[in-house]
């Protein structure tokens, strides 16, 4: 049940926004009393920060996923984004500004799990990418990590960015399309034109 109550309360979440959302939404969704979800969570704050757990377990699962599945290190990157797409395709607004506006104690905390497994992808990823030719061999990843964390992280601030006037799957691309142009080999740059055309 308490699976269940997470992958609900985690749609509603994304599709409708964590302030608007209540426990009471979640129980006339799933068809169950509001008790029940209490016995499982004791307030809506806890609930939440469930949520962004079992939401980041999903997508570092998907991560895992596409990693082992023998694409190079920039066919992987766009199907890491599609694959995002897809796990948010229902948000209309950025779970992440969310979370900052609202509950920034419970935002902080996924910013820094989101931060490991973003060290962890992008550190692979150009270590990947270097021995396949199509990065340049004498990129600083560490100012390259932190250079793409920012733009990437920075698509969600509704202070940079007025997202109703924006397709944040659309940004994603044009962000990937970006770091990748600043890291990528000639060789690299085939490769991102090849993927470019897939999507346009």
Known sequence: METK?????????????FKSITMDDIASEMGISK???YKYFSNKEELIDSTTIFVHTKIYETICQITTQGLNAI???????????NI???????????????????????????????KECVSGNIEKGIKEGLYKKE?????????????????????????EDYDLNALDI?????????IATPKGILELEKELKKIN
């Open 88 to 118: 948010f395709k229902k948000s209309k607004t950025s779970p992440m500004f969310q979370l900052k506006k609202y509950y920034p104690k419970i935002y902080q905390k996924l910013i820094d799990n989101e931060f490991e497994m973003f």
């Open 35 to 37: 008790k029940t979800i």
């Open 174 to 182: 044009e962000a990937l399309e970006y770091h990748t142009r600043a």
């Open 5 to 17: 109550i997470l992958h609900t309360a985690s749609d509603l979440f994304l599709n409708l926004g």
């Open 139 to 163: 990129l600083k990843k560490n100012i390259v990590l932190k250079f793409y964390f920012i733009l990437v992280f920075g698509l969600h601030d509704n202070d940079i960015f007025n997202l």
């Open 75 to 85: 066919s992987e990157n766009f199907a890491i984004k599609i694959a995002f797409k």
